[in-house]
C-alpha cells in the first residue's frame, strides 16, 4: 500500500513538473534571456571600464551547455525530476499523516498536504530569499546564499510540523478549527521571528564591501569613475515578472501532485476496503 | 512486533503506518533519495560538489535552479 502510494505521488509529482516546464518555457524562458542579456552587455561595460583604468581583463566563461540546450532541454529534464522527487517526498509525508491528523477524507488529505508543501517547502522561504533570475546574485556569495536558503527552507518545515503536531493536540481540547488558528498564527509568529533573525543577502561581508549595506544582491547602474552611469541597474520589470512566473510555477506543480495524487490515493484507500461512506463512520469514533 | 492487530474496520483514521521495519525503510530510502535529486538538481556544483567541481550538472539544470527558486550565481 505504501509502494502504491508512493510511486502514484512520483507519478503526480512527473506530471506537475512536466506541466510546470510548458509553463516555463513559454514565460519564464524569455525573461531568463533577457536576464541573461542584461548580463553579457554589463560584462562588456565593466570590461570596457577596466580597460580604460589599466586593469587586466578577464576572459571569457567557456559554455559547456549552448543557450538552447539550458532552456529546451534542461530546465525541462530539471523540473520534471524535481517534480517527481517532490512528489515522491510529498507521499512519505501523506503516508505518515494518514491516520494521524484528525478525521479527513484521503482526498481533502491530499489537497492539505500539497498546500503544506507549498507553503512550507517553498513559499515561506522565498518569502525571505526569492528567486533569482541570472545575473542578480553575487559569484562570491554562492556558499552563503545557499546556505541560507536551506536554514530557511529548514526552519520553514520544522516550524510546520511542529505546528501541526502542535494543533493536533490542541484541537482535542478546543476544536479543530481554533486549533488550526492559533497553529497557523504561532507558525507564522515563529517564521517570522526566524525571517528577522536572518541576514539579507545584501548585508553579507562580500556585498557590503561592494555597495555598502543594501538589502539585496539586485545589480545596481554601473558607474565610471566620474560617477556618470554607463549601465543601468537591473530591469525591475524582469525581475517582478521572473518571480511571479516562479511562484506561478511552484503552484503548478504542487496543484498539480494534489489534484492527481488526491483521487488515485483515494481509490486505494477506501476502495479497496469497505464504501466511504462506512469509513466516515468508523473514523469518527 | 510482526503481529500488529489488522483490525479489518476500513477506517482510515487507523494509522497505516506502523513501527513496520519494512515500511520504515521504505519511507526512509524514499526521502533520502528524493532529498538526494533534490540536491543534484537543485545546490550540486554551486555550494558543494559530489564528484569533482566541473559545472556540467550546475550548467545543464542552471535555468530551473533559478526559476524553482535555488541560490545560483
Not at chain 1, 547602474?221 to 554607463?230: A, F, M, Q, S, Y
Not at chain 1, 520589470?237 to 511562484?247: E, G, P
Not at chain 2, 526521502?31 to 569533482?52: H, K, Q, R, W
Request: glycine letters at 10%; hydrophobic letters at 50%.
Amino acid at each position: 500500500m505504501e509502494k502504491k502510494l508512493i510511486l502514484r505521488g512520483a507519478l503526480a509529482g512527473g506530471l506537475g513538473g512536466l506541466l510546470a516546464f510548458v509553463f516555463a518555457r513559454i514565460f519564464a524562458e524569455p525573461l531568463i534571456q533577457q536576464a541573461i542579456d542584461y548580463e553579457e552587455g554589463r560584462g562588456e561595460a565593466q570590461e570596457k571600464l577596466d580597460r580604460a583604468a589599466g586593469l587586466a581583463v578577464g576572459g571569457h566563461e567557456h559554455e559547456i551547455f549552448s543557450r538552447t540546450i539550458q532552456a529546451d532541454v534542461g530546465i525541462g529534464v530539471g523540473l520534471i525530476v524535481f517534480g517527481v522527487a517532490l512528489g515522491a517526498l510529498f507521499a512519505v509525508a501523506y503516508v505518515i499523516c494518514i491516520g494521524r491528523t484528525g478525521n479527513i477524507r484521503p482526498r481533502a488529505l491530499a489537497l492539505l498536504v500539497a498546500a503544506a508543501g507549498f507553503v512550507g517547502f517553498y513559499l515561506v522561504p522565498f518569502m525571505k530569499y526569492p528567486a533569482n533570475p541570472p545575473a542578480v546574485g553575487n559569484d562570491d556569495t554562492i556558499v552563503q546564499r545557499t546556505q541560507l536558503y536551506l536554514i530557511m527552507v529548514a526552519a520553514s518545515l520544522i516550524l510546520m510540523f511542529v505546528a501541526v503536531v502542535l494543533g493536533q493536540r490542541l484541537a482535542k481540547r478546543i476544536g479543530t478549527w481554533p486549533a488550526s488558528m492559533w497553529a497557523g498564527l504561532g507558525f507564522l509568529v515563529a517564521v517570522g521571528v526566524v525571517m528577522l533573525v536572518l541576514p539579507p543577502l545584501g548585508h553579507l561581508d562580500a556585498n557590503v564591501a561592494e555597495a555598502g549595506k543594501r538589502a539585496t544582491e539586485t545589480p545596481l547602474p554601473l558607474r565610471d569613475p566620474e560617477g556618470n552611469i554607463v549601465f543601468p541597474g537591473f530591469p525591475a520589470d524582469v525581475l517582478a515578472k521572473f518571480r511571479v512566473y516562479s511562484v506561478t510555477a511552484q503552484l503548478i506543480l504542487w496543484a498539480t501532485i494534489g489534484l492527481v495524487f488526491a483521487p488515485l490515493a483515494d481509490r486505494l484507500l477506501t476502495g479497496k476496503r469497505s464504501g466511504s461512506a462506512r469509513v466516515e463512520e468508523t473514523s469518527a469514533a | 512486533m510482526s503481529n500488529l492487530s489488522q483490525t479489518a474496520s476500513g477506517a482510515i483514521s487507523t494509522p497505516l503506518v506502523s513501527a513496520k521495519a519494512a515500511t520504515i525503510w521504505l519511507l526512509a530510502i524514499t526521502a533520502f533519495l528524493g532529498l538526494a535529486v533534490i540536491y543534484f538538481v537543485g545546490m550540486d556544483e554551486g555550494m558543494t560538489s559530489v564528484f569533482g567541481n566541473t559545472a556540467v550538472v550546475h550548467e545543464f539544470f542552471h535555468d530551473g535552479r533559478h526559476f524553482l527558486g535555488f541560490p545560483c550565481h
